[in-house]
């Protein structure tokens, strides 16, 4: 596609519902990252993918969230049982690999909100 | 851990103003470091960034960035702003070598007036 795409847009749910984001890198991109954009944390790291495996999960703030990626392409995002405070914009980028000389592409988020 | 200040959090201007928009990250290694900014209601997008070589980044839209390694500063500059320069930027820090992960700066809103 032109650009990475993540759906849905915004979502609703209430307390202790699980919820899952989606993303759609940019074709060819193997290394994809998701973040969190949220009032007071500003934008926070994650975890990220280089093909289907995710070295590096550091950024994921409890066991509820958990995410995976398959055919080297689309990635789900999962929280669990969700709480208030995962309200947040959860942003998806994508880059050709996973060196930092590469500029990541980010999509347009999806806005969760837990009532 | 590495982390990243951004020290004005929200800036007025009028048009042609000059402006400078200050970052300092904290880590002792090697560093990739940019400029993303937020237009309203528009993603993320990559201003400028710096690798190696000149440390003086030149990106889109007549903004420019200087890395001073001595400070661990990254400062975001422009001569004469516009009315749609109105955004939120954001400072990120990537340690070089590693896995492109971007720690990002707190962000700044800039709104200029007309």
């Known amino acids: 596609g032109a650009g990475v795409s993540q759906s849905p847009s915004n979502k609703v749910t209430e307390k202790g519902k699980d919820v899952e984001l989606r993303c759609d890198p940019i074709s060819g991109h193997t290394a994809l990252y998701w973040y969190r954009q949220s009032l007071g944390q500003g934008l926070e790291f994650l975890i990220y993918?280089?093909?289907?495996?995710?070295?590096?999960k550091s950024g994921l703030p409890s066991d509820r969230f958990s995410a995976e990626r398959t055919g080297g392409s689309v990635s789900t995002l999962t929280i669990q049982r969700t709480q208030q405070e995962d309200s947040a914009v959860y942003l998806c980028a994508s880059s050709r690999t996973t060196s930092g000389a590469y500029e990541q592409y980010f999509g347009p988020g999806t806005r969760l909100t837990v009532t | 851990a590495q982390s990243v200040s951004q020290h004005n959090h929200h800036v007025i201007l009028s048009e042609a103003a000059s402006l400078e928009l200050g970052c300092n990250y904290s880590?002792?290694?090697?560093?990739?470091l940019f400029w993303y900014v937020q237009y309203p209601g528009q993603h993320l997008q990559l201003l400028l960034k710096?690798?190696?070589?000149?440390?003086l980044v030149k990106g889109i839209k007549g903004f420019e960035a200087e890395f001073i390694k001595s400070k661990f500063s990254f400062n975001l500059r422009k001569p004469s702003v516009q009315w749609s320069d109105t955004a939120e930027y954001f400072c990120?820090?990537?340690?070089?070598?590693?896995?492109?992960?971007?720690?990002f700066g707190q962000g700044t809103t800039l709104q200029v007036k007309p």
């Open positions: 710096y690798f190696s070589g000149d440390p």
């Open positions: 993918f280089q093909g289907n495996s995710a070295p590096d």
């Open positions: 990120a820090v990537n340690a070089a070598g590693n896995t492109g992960k971007l720690i």
């Open positions: 880590y002792g290694g090697t560093v990739n």
